[in-house]
T-cell receptor, first 114, second 112 residues
């Protein structure tokens, strides 16, 4: 069974640009969550989508947005990039709706903002 | 709000040494607790989990017991290997859905 895939793996952008990251969950998984990982702030929850609906959102500015498609694939978008948005963005998928199901993580997209 | 506190690293050990990484949490309700591991250049892998008080999660020689009375979930391994070198994250989920709250991570370096 294929794992969670994220594209692209690496991305370099300049301040003010926007970027779209993609995540394909494990087949059959309907929940997709996004996390930002930085050396200073650690791992922080961005948002979660389940059946194309955003169920939960972390404390990030409105420049960070996402969506989920009917096939459960998800994208996140960051507009008007800032230097501080440089991070590893991780996507995780899970099967069920309960609070204690396992989340499977992708390898991440490394975003560098210059 | 919910939070996780881990011992700061890095932790440096010799091969076959005993490992403990402390983790305590603050949460409303009854959280589920997890340990994730991140190897260099990779995403996170679930190492073990516990969903209720006194549960013991175990995997690959690692163990952690959900202690509600001390709000702790310490990670232990009796004999570490060089291949265990990685960053370890304690995390919780509380109140439904899939919002993981992570600790800051503890880097483990094991030398031969």
């Amino acid at each position: 069974k294929a794992g969670v895939t994220q594209t692209p793996r690496y991305l370099i952008k300049t301040r003010g640009q926007q970027v779209t990251l993609s995540c394909s969950p494990i087949s059959g998984h309907r929940s997709v969550s996004w996390y930002q990982q930085t050396p200073g702030q650690g791992l922080q929850f961005l948002f979660e989508y389940f059946s194309e609906t955003q169920r939960n959102k972390g404390n990030f500015p409105g420049r960070f947005s996402g969506r989920q498609f009917s096939n459960s694939r998800s994208e996140m978008n960051v507009s008007t990039l800032e230097l501080g948005d440089s991070a590893l963005y991780l996507c995780a998928s899970s099967l069920a709706d309960s609070s204690y199901n396992e989340q499977f993580f992708g390898p991440g997209t490394r975003l560098t903002v210059l | 709000g919910n939070s996780v506190t881990q011992m700061e690293g890095p932790v440096t050990l010799s091969e076959e040494a005993f490992l403990t990484i402390n983790c305590t949490y603050t949460a409303t309700g009854y959280p589920s607790l997890f340990w994730y591991v991140q190897y260099p250049g990779e995403g996170l892998q679930l190492l073990l989990k516990a969903t209720k008080a006194d549960d013991k999660g175990s995997n690959k020689g690692f163990e952690a017991t959900y202690r509600k009375e001390t709000t702790s979930f310490h990670l232990e391994k009796g004999s570490v290997q060089v291949s265990d070198s990685a960053v370890y994250f304690c995390a919780l989920v509380s109140g439904g859905y899939n919002k993981l709250i992570f600790g800051a991570g503890t880097r483990l370096a094991v030398h031969p």
